[in-house]
């Protein structure tokens, strides 16, 4: 067979006709694309964050995209894994496409535990267990591929390593809950920011589970609300918490249908309410208006210089005429809010305690009961569900985020909850 007979081959062709797979029945099998599988490969950009739900091929489709890349060009490729028998099952991958590919020159030199050379094409493949914190740096790699990088233990060491040298970067994972790196890329990528396309596919996308009879009902009685997580419908559904919800009696259904691009206008009321970040935290700046009842405009700002977080939340401030904005002055938001009333803008400080935090989120908790719309936006969605309400070994009763951010939802209680000049047809929800 000449290497014509299989370059020139579509990639579902090449797969289909060339690679073979060992299913759950361990039978070897060639390597036909699900739906799942067909969708991404004609979506990767070469900076891509898959969020997934467990068992749907993608992990095997990524090494058949790296096997066929090693097989046309000069590759240095890369797979890393969570742990070492994850690590383990890509090696069997690889070595099932190489024993069972009809390609009599095709051999391997090197082949070791960790690195596995094609000498023909220039090409190798190391696999190996994330952990190593300055793995890639000074290497140059035409594809790197994380598998589960939400359970690693230091992924923002180990992908700023190979980031400004590798021509394709595919991150993929099952959800681990509303915090870490992984998550932060994804709330990024949701917000268009980062560099990154997000790729989601519901459960209900891959075949195998659909033609199973009532898989849903099986799984829900099996996992509980976990399902979710596990087998997700939507993608702030990927990264539910532990916990009881402090907003999961309120009928959200209708919440999120405020439109989106609104323009200010003339004789409505608006308040606003911005939340500072801190650290890997978000600032986050959010305008209702009071008198449709609805969320017209936010900011969801990260790694930026605070004095271009600042310009932000002017240009925010005079686009929609405000007369004043509720910000929290604990920490960072001092030294900011003191900058914006430097630069004229009226300022409502707030301080954040047990008490007054447990009195704003009241406010939005009534809010949202009287009919407050919300733009479709998932992170919104994702940091709401992730509330908490608990109490303390001492009797005091908090709300928190379970785990992750929780941003947004203090930018909302505090706009809701700001003082308004005028009362002309403005919601007040007290």
């Known amino acids: 067979m000449a290497t014509s007979d299989y370059q020139d ?6 797969c289909e006709q ?5 299913d759950k029945q361990n039978r070897v099998i060639p390597l036909r694309l699900n739906a799942i599988q067909k969708k991404l490969i004609g979506e990767l950009t070469g900076r891509d964050i898959i969020l997934k739900p467990r068992q749907t091929g993608i992990t095997t489709l990524i090494q058949a995209f790296i096997f066929r890349s090693m097989l046309e060009e000069n590759t240095r490729a890369v797979t890393l894994t969570h742990l070492d028998s994850s690590t383990e099952n890509i090696r069997k991958i690889q070595d099932t496409f190489y024993q069972h590919f009809p390609f009599s020159d095709l051999k391997r030199g090197s082949n070791n535990q960790v690195t596995v050379t094609y000498p023909l094409f220039n090409s190798s493949h190391t696999t190996s267990t994330a952990g190593s914190l300055d793995f890639g740096r000074g290497g140059t790699f035409t594809i790197f591929h ?16 190979v980031a400004q040298s590798s021509r394709w970067i595919i991150l993929e994972s099952t959800p681990n809950g509303a915090q870490g790196w992984f998550y932060e890329k994804c709330l990024e990528a949701l917000s268009g920011r980062g560099g990154w396309r997000l790729h989601f596919f519901p459960w209900y996308e891959f075949e195998e589970y659909r033609d199973i009879p009532d898989f849903k009902e099986r799984k829900l009685q099996e996992l509980g609300r976990f399902f979710y997580q596990e087998y997700p419908e939507t993608v702030e559904e990927c990264f539910l918490s532990s916990g009881e919800g402090y907003f999961d009696t309120l009928d959200l259904s209708r919440t999120f249908t405020a439109p989106a691009n609104n323009q200010f206008v003339y004789g409505h009321v608006y308040s606003a309410g911005l939340d ?10 959010t305008v209702i208006d009071r008198t449709e009842n609805c969320q017209v405009d936010y900011l969801h700002l990260n790694k930026l210089p605070w004095s271009q977080q600042r310009h932000e939340i002017i240009k925010m401030y005079r686009k929609w005429h405000l007369t004043s904005i509720r910000a929290e002055e604990n920490s960072i938001g001092n030294v900011n809010i003191e900058e914006l009333e430097n630069a004229g803008l009226r300022i409502e400080r707030f301080t954040t305690t047990n008490r007054s935090k447990n009195q704003i989120m009241q406010r939005l908790y009534d809010a ?6 919300l733009i479709d936006w998932p992170v919104q969605k994702m940091e709401l569900r992730n509330m908490v309400s608990k109490q303390t070994k001492s009797g005091l009763w908090t709300i928190e985020a379970a785990s992750g951010h929780d941003d947004t939802v203090m930018g909302l209680a505090l706009a809701v909850s700001a003082k308004i000049n005028s009362e002309r047809r403005a919601r007040s929800w007290n």
């Open 9 to 14: 081959k579509s990639f579902e062709a090449f």
């Open 368 to 373: 949202l009961e009287n009919g407050l719309k």
């Open 18 to 22: 060339f690679l073979k797979i060992v």
């Open 276 to 285: 500072f970040g801190q650290s890997n935290d978000f600032t986050f700046l």
């Open 146 to 161: 994380g598998s589960e990088v939400a359970f690693w233990k230091d992924p923002e060491k180990i992908i700023s390593g």
